[in-house]
């Protein structure tokens, strides 16, 4: 009986120690997450020409050298356009087609893609332009959708996206990403 008692006793000890050390580990704060991002986006964008501001003409430099312009006055999207597209402007609730990469930035320079861009086995994903009420479109995040405003379909991006404008599912992670996006028109 006491064996049954001093194993439990142990068990919980154990515990207990495990917890106290990993809650005094390397946790951070909300604060120092979204500090450690920053950071991470200025990292990226240091090596990168970046623009103060959109052009007020909507005529955008293109290519790979092309500056990436702030799509918002926060710094939480930067957009840079390696090809305008052919395609007509996007309208609300319009079904938009995408194929993407992306890449983590807080590992930023080392880049390790993911996405539906490189294998056609996986199709194209898709959300409804400006229409956050369907969970197929909002999980994405605002980000995704953000240079439709400027661009018309199978144009091509560039976008540094921060956490809170991200995938909704990854948005405690605070983590930045990179994408290259291009966009393909579905049917109103």
Known sequence: ??????SRFLAVAVMAVCATIQSCSDKKSYAQLLEDENKDV???????????????????????NAP????????NIYMQVI?????S???????????FR??????YP???????????ETGDQSFRYNNTSLQ???????????????????????????SQYGWTSEIAYVIPFLYEIRYLPGKI
């Open 1 to 6: 009986m006491k064996i049954k008692y001093i």
């Open 42 to 64: 200025n990292l990226f964008l240091a090596d990168h020409r970046v623009a103060e501001a959109l052009p007020e003409d909507n005529k955008f430099e293109t290519g790979d």
């Open 68 to 75: 990436y312009y702030p799509l918002d006055n926060e710094g």
């Open 83 to 87: 090809e305008i597209g052919n395609g």
């Open 89 to 99: 402007m996007v309208k609300d609730d319009q079904i938009v087609y995408f194929r």
């Open 102 to 107: 992306r890449t983590n930035l807080s590992l």
């Open 110 to 120: 080392v880049t390790s893609w993911e996405g539906n861009s490189d294998n056609i």
């Open 136 to 162: 197929s479109s909002a999980q994405w995040g605002a980000g995704v959708q953000a240079p439709l405003k400027y661009l018309p379909l199978n144009s091509q991006v560039r976008l540094v996206v921060k």
